[in-house]
């Protein structure tokens, strides 16, 4: 009987153990990061490795320096790619998959050296992980600091989080503002929320989800401030680059899958739909699926919100929530698995406890399987970083499977919309 009483202990006390070893290797390797910054360009098996800080750094670049009339040229890419990575040189254009007007968010990081600007990088990403983390902590769970030091040390040792700070992802300072988001959003602090989403729209195939909240619950403000921001940036790339350079990013979207032609784009490590659907069709077939699926999902998130989304309730707010940034992540045309760090909002909103035995004992299956598969990604990256040596894709293959669990308990949350407790 006693031992039967001490199992939850145990599995509460050996997962508390692995966040708290875990965590401690992830903080030593952020500052090995800082101080040697020796991931950004290197020849590994005499192949060129590129972080994909070099791409933000290149487009900030662009940005000061452009004197071309097409910015998404490709020889000139390439030239400004291999001033930067010098005495190195790319045969390849480091793709830059963002439209014209993110590149004014990136010059700030091309006022410094390529390695003084990753240093500071990866320094402010790391301070904006902790106060978003408190934020979220304090928003969401702002009486339990167990919750808070646990949840805070679990989201920090996911994969997502650790190769964010390796490549110099901007994945960090993208979940601050999704949190500014929501947060001013639900505040009814409309404009604030506006201009958050505005900024937001680096990662447009994301924002455009977030985005049909504010239509269908009428939030005409939040739109006032979305205008602004972009309206905004749309005049700095007109006197910038000229109009035509929207059109040249459409242009480039479609060219940069070929691989033989840029770096830093390759399907095999997404975790949505389309990476999924990529295994058993071929490409042209596997494009059109899931265009019809990321428009279906819109579809339904934008219903879910005219229907549901005036229920004030806390609780199943955080289910709407959580169901949109869910879905906007698997959906995705582009999801690489890092993105996957946007899951932390939704994580705070769903789990009640960061305990896997008391996970286990919710009575309602999709909501435990739910709680449980948010709690268990800490596990699944130090399962992924001791096999990924040994097996071919292990990571991107995993995650995508927790993204389709994920996906699927968050839609059927919705359609039990009425029987979910509060």
């Given amino acids: 009987m006693n031992k039967k ?16 070893c875990w965590v401690s290797t ?3 390797e952020v500052f090995k990061y800082i101080f040697e910054p020796s991931v950004l360009a290197y020849m590994q098996a005499g192949e060129l490795r590129l972080a994909d800080y070099i791409c933000f750094y290149q487009a900030g670049k662009i940005f000061l320096d452009s004197v071309h009339n097409n910015i998404y040229d490709w020889n000139y890419q390439l030239s400004v790619l291999n001033q930067i990575i010098a005495p190195l040189e790319s045969a390849r254009v480091f793709a830059i998959p963002y439209a014209p007007t993110a590149f004014v968010f990136f010059v700030p990081l091309a006022l410094f050296s390529l ?26 769970h702002p009486h339990n600091k167990i919750f808070s030091v646990m949840f805070s040390m679990g989201a920090f040792v996911c994969l997502s989080s650790i ?7 901007i994945t960090w300072i993208l979940l601050f503002l999704m949190v500014a988001y929501v947060l001013c959003f639900q505040k009814k602090q409309d404009y604030l929320a506006g201009i958050a989403l505005g900024l937001f729209f680096v990662k447009q195939q994301y924002a455009i989800f ?31 680059f000229g109009i035509h350079s929207f059109v040249d990013y459409l242009k480039y979207l479609l060219e940069i899958s070929n691989i033989d032609k840029y770096n830093g784009v390759n399907p095999a490590l997404h975790v949505n739909l389309k990476a999924f659907l990529s295994m058993f069709l071929p490409k042209p077939m596997t494009l059109i699926t899931s265009f019809l699926f990321f428009v279906i999902a819109l579809t339904g998130i934008a219903f879910m919100w005219l229907k549901l989304g005036k229920d004030e309730n806390r609780h199943k707010q955080s ?10 992540l698997f959906f995705s045309p582009h999801a690489h698995y890092h993105d996957m760090l946007l899951l932390i909002l939704p994580a705070a909103m769903i789990i009640p406890e960061v305990s896997p035995s008391k996970l286990l004992k919710i009575s309602n299956k999709t909501f435990r399987l739910y709680a449980f598969t948010f709690c268990m990604i800490p596990l699944l990256c130090f399962i992924d970083c001791l096999l990924v040596a040994y097996v071919k894709n292990v990571v991107p293959y995993t995650h995508m499977l927790v993204m389709m669990i994920l996906t699927f308990c968050a839609i059927k949350s919705i359609l039990n919309f009425k029987h979910i407790p509060s």
């Fill in 319 to 328: 289910l709407l929530w959580s169901c949109t940034i869910i879905t906007s």
């Fill in 210 to 240: 977030l985005l049909l909240p504010a239509i269908f619950c009428r939030r005409i403000h939040v739109l006032y401030g979305l205008a602004t921001v972009l309206a905004v940036l749309a005049v700095i790339v007109q006197y910038k």
């Fill in 115 to 140: 390695t003084t600007s990753y240093q500071l990088f990866i320094g402010l990403s790391f301070l904006v992980a902790l106060i978003t983390l408190y934020i979220v902590c304090n928003t969401y």
């Fill in 26 to 28: 992830s903080v030593l």
């Fill in 5 to 20: 009483h001490n199992l939850p202990n145990v599995l509460d006390f050996a997962y508390a153990c692995l966040i708290i």
């Fill in 163 to 169: 190769i964010s700070f390796r490549l110099g992802q």
